[in-house]
């Protein structure tokens, strides 16, 4: 029999399940308990809300682990869309775009296509990729549409021209650079001119090519006629070496301070330079080994001993003239590294090399000389330091026009003259052509005689009359100032 339970918060026509759980009922109004009751089932809570929410919260949340690994969207790099890609995609993208452009060659080039890839484009397409998504990432809505990226590519010059060449060979003829050479006859460097040739330019390619790829183009035009091309070496550049190089040749050479000691022959100096053409320059090189010969033989050039100086002083020690210059002795040191050296500095055109040399100071010697003239024996002497050096037969003043006798001095010279002069009659004399004279009293002098050879006998009209040889030896032996002693 199936029971009907009516009670709070139950349906009265409710049917006991089989399966209700059952609850001990207390006594109502006196009646018996009921032994048991089916129980109201609890009514299911609603979770299509909760499922919605989590559908929602997984969306949210992979939108934004999305929006920081992507790049943000209407970004354009390369004239290639990257938005909604992550870098490696954007990378991927960004070389295909760049390998796969053409280039169709119009005029001379017929037609040719030529690819990114036939003209070695490159561009450094994972740098500009993460560049795009550090600083356009799709989480932050600011930078969504942004400016277009430029490439930046760049066309391997080699693979460029080969492809070029290879597709144009008409436009292609080689220019000839300026070059410097030495001329042995005239002792110099001299330049021999460049001359043009014609080519298609790869930089112009290269911006035609960045300009079609960042405008998102897959292909575009380039002409294929021949344009100028320059020499590398032009003839400025030539002209400049030049002027350099023979700059150089006028003070290469090695030096012991201020004087060059070994100066270096253009001609050997030309053996040691050789220019070169480097990357569009004209570059000096040095052979080391050339120079290490020169360098073999300095030490004969340069070592010396020192040269003392020689003065001629007065009695009173007053310098009347330094008769022979001194010089400082000198010898060359450790030469082990002066041809490396030598050969470095002509390189950065630098042509005078200082020499490792210890120098010795020379001495003064001071000659007190002097000039006795002897009227009773006829016969002049040459005193220096107190002793007779030399002495000559010569004739002094007759009677009548005598030669002063006293203390005098030299006070001119002149090379060669002629002689006016009165005789003890009073009658005028003119001799010509005397040579030597050495004057020290007033028109007293010394002189060389030809009129006669009587020396030892007074025969002048007081001048110290002398052969060519002895007038010639005092001309050059007596500074100005020199004394003369004339004694009878």
Same mark, same amino acid.
């Given at each position: 029999?199936?029971?009907?339970?009516?009670?709070?918060?139950?349906?009265?026509?409710?049917?006991?399940?089989?399966?209700?759980?059952?609850? #001990?009922?207390?006594?109502?109004?006196?009646?018996?308990?009921?032994?048991?009751?089916?129980?109201?089932?609890?009514?299911?809570?609603?979770?299509?809300?909760?499922? !919605?929410?989590?559908?929602?919260?997984?969306?949210?949340?992979?939108?934004?682990?999305?929006?920081?690994?992507?790049?943000?969207?209407?970004?354009? =790099?390369?004239? @290639?869309?990257?938005?909604?890609?992550?870098?490696?995609?954007?990378?991927?993208?960004?070389?295909?775009?760049?390998?796969?452009?053409?280039?169709?060659?119009?005029?001379?080039?017929?037609?040719?296509?030529?690819?990114?890839?036939?003209?070695?484009?490159?561009?450094?397409?994972? @740098?500009?990729?993460?560049?795009?998504?550090?600083?356009?990432?799709?989480?932050?809505?600011?930078?969504?549409?942004?400016?277009?990226?430029?490439?930046?590519?760049?066309?391997?010059?080699?693979?460029?021209?080969?492809?070029?060449?290879?597709?144009?060979?008409?436009?292609?003829?080689?220019?000839?650079?300026?070059?410097?050479?030495?001329?042995?006859?005239?002792?110099?460097?001299?330049?021999?001119?460049?001359?043009?040739?014609?080519?298609?330019?790869?930089?112009?390619?290269?911006?035609?090519?960045?300009?079609?790829?960042?405008?998102?183009?897959?292909?575009?035009?380039?002409?294929?006629?021949?344009?100028?091309?320059?020499?590398?070496?032009?003839?400025?550049?030539?002209?400049?070496?030049?002027?350099?190089?023979?700059?150089?040749?006028t003070r290469i050479g090695f030096y012991v301070g201020d004087e060059r000691t070994v100066p270096v022959a253009p001609a050997v100096a030309a053996t040691?330079?050789?220019?070169?053409? @480097?990357?569009?320059?004209?570059?000096?090189?040095?052979?080391?080994?050339?120079?290490?010969?020169? #360098?073999?033989?300095?030490?004969?050039?340069?070592?010396? /001993?020192?040269?003392?100086?020689?003065?001629? =002083?007065?009695?009173?020690?007053?310098?009347?003239?330094?008769?022979?210059?001194?010089?400082?002795?000198?010898?060359?040191?450790?030469?082990?590294? @002066?041809?490396?050296?030598?050969?470095?500095?002509?390189?950065?055109?630098?042509?005078?090399?200082?020499?490792?040399?210890?120098?010795?100071?020379?001495?003064?010697?001071?000659?007190?000389?002097?000039?006795?003239?002897?009227?009773?024996?006829?016969?002049?002497?040459? !005193?220096?330091?107190?002793?007779?050096?030399?002495?000559?037969?010569?004739?002094?003043?007759?009677?009548?026009?005598?030669?002063?006798?006293?203390?005098?001095?030299?006070?001119?010279?002149?090379?060669?003259?002629?002689?006016?002069?009165?005789?003890?009659?009073?009658?005028?004399?003119?001799?010509?052509? =005397?040579?030597? =004279?050495?004057?020290?009293?007033?028109?007293?002098?010394?002189?060389?005689?030809?009129?006669?050879?009587?020396?030892?006998?007074?025969?002048?009209?007081?001048?110290?009359?002398?052969?060519?040889?002895? /007038?010639?030896? !005092?001309?050059?032996?007596?500074?100005?100032?020199?004394?003369?002693?004339?004694?009878?």
């Open positions: 029999m199936t029971d009907l339970i009516s009670g709070r918060n139950t349906d009265a026509t409710a049917v006991l399940s089989s399966d209700s759980p059952t609850v #001990v009922q207390p006594p109502i109004d006196g009646e018996q308990p009921v032994e048991w009751a089916p129980m109201e089932p609890q009514p299911k809570r609603r979770r299509l809300g909760l499922w !919605i929410g989590l559908g929602a919260g997984a969306l949210t949340l992979a939108a934004v682990g999305a929006s920081l690994i992507l790049i943000a969207p209407g970004t354009t =790099v390369a004239g @290639v869309s990257v938005g909604w890609m992550t870098p490696g995609m954007a990378a991927d993208a960004i070389s295909s775009r760049v390998a796969a452009t053409e280039v169709q060659l119009t005029g001379a080039g017929d037609d040719t296509r030529l690819s990114g890839a036939d003209l070695g484009a490159s561009v450094d397409a994972g @740098v500009l990729a993460e560049q795009a998504f550090a600083e356009r990432p799709m989480w932050n809505l600011g930078t969504w549409m942004g400016d277009p990226v430029g490439a930046g590519l760049a066309l391997d010059a080699d693979a460029a021209e080969r492809a070029l060449r290879t597709a144009v060979p008409t436009s292609f003829v080689e220019p000839t650079d300026a070059t410097v050479v030495f001329d042995k006859d005239a002792a110099k460097y001299t330049a021999t001119p460049a001359e043009s040739g014609t080519g298609i330019s790869v930089d112009e390619l290269t911006t035609a090519f960045n300009t079609a790829v960042d405008n998102g183009e897959s292909s575009f035009s380039f002409s294929g006629d021949a344009t100028e091309v320059t020499p590398q070496i032009t003839d400025e550049k030539a002209a400049a070496a030049v002027e350099q190089l023979n700059g150089m040749l040691w330079l050789t220019v070169d053409a @480097v990357d569009g320059e004209l570059e000096i090189t040095a052979d080391q080994a050339a120079i290490q010969t020169t #360098v073999d033989t300095l030490a004969g050039a340069v070592n010396r /001993a020192p040269v003392s100086a020689k003065t001629i =002083v007065d009695s009173g020690g007053q310098v009347l003239r330094t008769e022979t210059e001194g010089v400082v002795g000198r010898e060359l040191g450790d030469t082990s590294d @002066v041809a490396s050296g030598f050969a470095d500095a002509l390189e950065k055109g630098e042509a005078a090399f200082a020499l490792p040399v210890s120098e010795t100071p020379f001495e003064t010697v001071a000659v007190t000389r002097s000039l006795t003239v002897d009227i009773s024996d006829q016969r002049t002497y040459l !005193i220096e330091n107190g002793k007779v050096v030399r002495s000559w037969l010569v004739s002094t003043g007759r009677p009548g026009t005598d030669t002063d006798l006293g203390h005098f001095r030299v006070n001119a010279h002149v090379r060669i003259q002629d002689m006016r002069g009165t005789n003890a009659d009073g009658s005028k004399y003119v001799t010509e052509d =005397v040579p030597w =004279v050495t004057y020290f009293n007033g028109d007293e002098a010394f002189h060389g005689t030809y009129w006669h050879n009587n020396y030892g006998t007074r025969m002048s009209h007081g001048c110290v009359n002398m052969t060519f040889d002895a /007038a010639e030896t !005092i001309y050059n032996l007596s500074p100005v100032g020199l004394e003369v002693w004339v004694r009878a």
